[in-house]
């Protein structure tokens, strides 16, 4: 009997079922809808990625991609007057849904899992949300308002109206937002913020913060970071529960606070709070007319520079704990200016000295305890 060979037989038959579990995919499904400007587009889509591009013409052209060709019947494209809406919830597949929208439009954007991307600037206000993806954004002229629940978010072009951004976990980039009431979230990630043109408000629970140019008031907060800003306009508070603080430039009140970490803020013209439990501070300050500065160490020492010129009464303290007799000589309160009085408190372990320069005038306490300060006089 003939024997045969069943081999190339199983590999056959592999194929074939190979090839009949294989999804039958549409090359795209498209639409296109005849629209005027400063309409809406709304997408919701269970999951998807959202890609929007931006044209002169005035219309919405809707494509969509990878998805099973019995699956993209179940995706509904409505236009009504001058609003589209593309929507999807069968939580299969991975599909892309490719739109163009005119150049001013508004948006409202939603995806339970996948990226959202704004390739091109658009005039209109924008609300993006993904509960698992990237977000990444060109140009807003209006307000916008994005929230993922787990990815990046990239905005890499101008914000011209408000600003909200919230990520529950991942870092945040924001080129330049020049509206008001602009608050950036994340509850684990870093996050940098090149421009504020108006102040902005800054938060993360574990991650660092750096800033650029800062207009208007502002605040930064992390529980876990370092905070940096290059030139703030405004009043600016940073505070963090375990890292350093730095300023380069900054006009206005800047007050600073860390449990564990160093305080270095440079060319402050106006006031200065700050306070570290465990840290050295260095503070270059040109004190505003009638202003009050505090600068406070539990553990390091402090290094204050005015400008020669300056008319600021400084109160500089080291208060010793421990061994007082042994100790007061080691602690000493250096200055660049001449000392009105230096006196050593027996009775409250503190060696105070007060340094009224050019008569006197705005007023600067430091406060150091088992460290040196050091009051330097500004020759630039």
């Not at 330049?176 to 938060?203: H, P, R």
Request: aromatic fraction near 4%; avoid cysteine; proline fraction near 2%.
């Amino acid at each position: 009997m003939k024997k045969i060979n069943i081999i190339p037989v199983i590999v056959i038959i592999a194929l074939l079922f190979a090839g009949a579990a294989k999804p039958a995919y549409a090359q795209q499904k498209e639409r296109t809808f005849s629209v005027n400007r400063n309409g809406k587009l709304i997408v919701n889509v269970n999951p998807g990625t959202i890609k929007i591009k931006t044209t002169t013409k005035d219309e919405v052209v809707v494509i969509i991609k990878n998805l099973d060709e019995d699956l993209l019947k179940s995706v509904e494209i409505n236009a009504d007057k001058n609003v589209v809406e593309v929507k999807y919830d069968e939580g299969m597949d991975d599909p892309e849904f490719e739109i163009t929208v005119p150049d001013k439009f508004n948006l409202e954007l939603k995806t339970a899992a996948g990226d959202i991307q704004i390739k091109d600037d658009i005039d209109g206000n924008v609300d993006a949300t993904t509960s698992g993806g990237d977000v990444s954004i060109d140009g807003v002229k209006g307000s916008l308002s994005v929230e993922s629940s787990g990815g990046d978010i990239n905005l890499r072009g101008t914000v011209g109206g408000s600003l909200k951004v919230n990520t529950m976990g991942g870092d945040i980039t924001v080129a330049s937002v020049l509206g008001k009431n602009a608050k950036v979230n994340t509850m684990g990630g870093e996050i940098t913020i090149n421009k504020a043109a108006n102040g902005i408000s800054v938060k993360t629970y574990g991650g660092d913060i750096s800033a650029g140019n800062i207009g208007g008031d502002s605040d930064f907060i992390t529980y876990g970071g370092s905070v940096s800003v290059e030139n703030a306009a405004g009043n600016i508070k940073m505070e963090t529960y375990g890292g350093n603080l730095t300023i380069v430039k900054a006009n206005g009140k800047a007050r600073g606070k860390t449990n564990g970490g160093n305080i270095d803020f440079q060319n402050i013209t106006g006031s200065v709070d700050v306070k570290t439990l465990a840290g050295e501070v260095s503070v270059g300050l040109n004190p505003a007319s009638g202003s009050e500065s505090v600068i406070t160490t539990n553990a390091g020492s402090i290094e204050l520079r005015v400008p020669a010129k300056a008319k600021v009464t400084i109160i500089a303290r080291i208060h010793v704990q421990g061994w007082w007799r042994e100790a007061k000589e080691n602690y000493k309160i250096q200055s660049d200016f001449e000392t009105t009085t230096y006196n050593i408190e027996e009775d409250n372990h503190d060696i105070v000295g007060v340094y009224q320069i050019n008569g006197g005038g705005s007023k600067v306490q430091l406060k150091a305890v088992n460290d040196e300060i050091r009051i330097l006089k500004e020759t630039k």
